[in-house]
Structure formats: C-alpha cells, structure tokens
C-alpha cells in the first residue's frame, strides 16, 4: 500500500483527465443515503478503487450509521480530515436486531432497493476504536463488524480498496426493525463529468 499522498494525487489527477467517462458510469452521488458519495475509478473481478467523499454541506450523522460488515476484504486510506472505525463483536443477547443484507446495487437485485432477511438478536460489544488521519491505512477484514465517525465539518476523503467477493451476504445490525427492506429515497444518483470534476478538485485542493 503506497502512503504517499502525493501519489495518489496524481492517481487521481491521471484519472480525471483520462478515464472520465469510467468514472461516470460506475460512481454514484448518495450510495445508500444522501451525504456518501463515491467516485469510481476501477471495478473488475480483481479489485476495486473508489474514492469515498462526504462533504460538509451535507453531513452524514455516520455514527448513527447501521453497524455492518462488507462482502470484502479492504484497504482503507484517508486522503483528508479523519475517520474513526468503531469495530464490534457479538454477544449473546437481544440488543439489535440483524440480518443479511443484498444491496440495492447487487447485479441481481432487480428491485434495486435493500434487502434484508432476519437472521436474528443479538448483543454488540464494541472491541476497539481505531481513529485514522490524512495518511492513515486500515485493513478491514470482511469478518470486521463496524461503523464509522467522521467531522461532519470538514470534506472527509478516502480510497477504498475491495477484493474479490468472497461471501454472498453482509450483516446489518440495528436496534431498529427495519422489516425485510430500507428505505432509500433519492439514494443512488449518477453524475455528471461536471459535477464530477466540481466534486473531485475539492478533493485535490486538500492534498
């Protein structure tokens, strides 16, 4: 993992001028609720590079964010302002409800809404919190159950390494019941390359 963000400004810089029509077919403006946005700047069998924005004119209360796993392995890189990674296990009890969760964006989900199944309740202890500023990385296994944090007044940016699938389902973990799908109204949105290029050199402006 290079750490060097000078690097990965040119990595983003590079892609900007040359893989912009990628980029507006695979990102997404408010993935999964409004205020997450990311950019995508490759998506194939092997890997997968995003660069995750969340802009201070749309604070995204990420601590009330539902604790949940990824189908994935990752590596986490923070380009700017700070993320906490709050990580968690189970326990037995009946604190939260959880349950597999489908994306509304699975290939095979043709309602493109959130599916969940219940699998059950259960308790979450949280284990460690791991707090990550502009050059911090963080391997997040796909077992790793967790939310985040982030200052909801400053533009917080960071890459998103993915690895191959490897699992079927994630997990969702909420002391609300959420029934057998969540509501993501105006979730979703695709980009245009100006709004892309708007977006983005915020990002390299903090780098």
Not at 11 to 37: A, C, P, R
Not at 63 to 87: A, E, F, G, P
Request: charged letters at 25%; hydrophobic letters at 35%.
């Amino acid at each position: 993992m290079i750490k060097d963000l000078s690097f990965w400004k040119k990595f983003i810089e590079s892609n900007l001028q040359h893989n912009i029509d990628y980029m507006v077919e695979h990102s997404i403006k408010d993935f999964h609720f409004k205020g997450l946005n990311y950019i995508c700047f490759q998506f194939s069998p092997t890997i997968v590079i995003r660069l995750y924005i969340i802009e201070p004119s749309e604070p995204v209360d990420t601590k009330n964010v539902n604790i949940h796993n990824h189908l994935y392995d990752s590596q986490i890189l923070v380009l700017s302002s700070s993320i906490t990674n709050n990580v968690y296990k189970m326990e037995d009890g009946d604190d939260y409800f959880y349950s597999h969760l489908t994306s509304a964006l699975c290939p095979t989900n043709t309602d493109k809404k959130i599916k969940l199944k219940r699998i059950g309740k259960t308790n979450l202890r949280m284990e460690k919190s791991i707090k990550l500023e502009a050059g911090d990385t963080h391997f997040q296994d796909h077992t790793e159950i967790h939310n985040v944090e982030n200052d909801t007044t400053k533009l917080t940016a960071f890459m998103v390494f993915e690895y191959p699938t490897i699992k079927k389902n994630s997990m969702l973990f909420s002391k609300e019941d959420y029934g057998n799908t969540i509501s993501t109204d105006k979730a979703y949105q695709r980009y245009t390359k100006e709004e892309i290029h708007y977006l983005v050199n915020d990002v390299l402006s903090m780098l």
